[in-house]
């Protein structure tokens, strides 16, 4: 019977001082995000880099040859936009894909921590 009454107080006691350590303790708080965060070591290329000159208009539209001009500048900076926003979707695209990928290894790595511990399963 003595055994069992000090095992009980050795019980109490250790739980004591854990909780007082726990207590002790700071919360752990999730990283904040950081609004400048990024993964691009280089930043991403501004379209006005990428893009040739904004194509001005002629002086007046009885200019037939820089009427022409114009029309053509215009068509050549539309093109190279496009170019630029498609490849804009595509680099987004892979970057929500590399994205979601990092959520799923965050998630599994989750789930694998909670079933080591057997956290997840009713006692």
């Known amino acids: 019977m003595k055994k069992r ?10 739980s004591a001082a854990g909780l007082a ?8 708080q999730p990283a904040p995000a950081a609004p400048a965060a990024t993964n691009l070591a280089a930043g991403y290329p501004a379209a006005a880099a990428q893009l040739p000159p904004l194509p001005t208009p002629p002086a007046s539209i009885e200019d037939a040859k820089a009427t022409a001009a114009y029309i053509a500048a215009v068509d050549a900076y539309l093109k190279a936009s496009q170019l630029y926003i498609d490849a804009a979707t595509n680099d987004a695209n ?10 799923e290894n965050a998630n599994k790595a989750v789930a694998d921590y909670n079933a080591f511990f057997k956290i997840d399963t009713k006692k």
């Open 5 to 14: 009454i000090y095992a009980v107080l050795i019980f109490f006691a250790l």
């Open 21 to 28: 350590v726990a207590a002790a303790e700071p919360p752990a």
């Open 94 to 103: 892979l970057i929500i894909k590399e994205r979601n990928a990092a959520i």
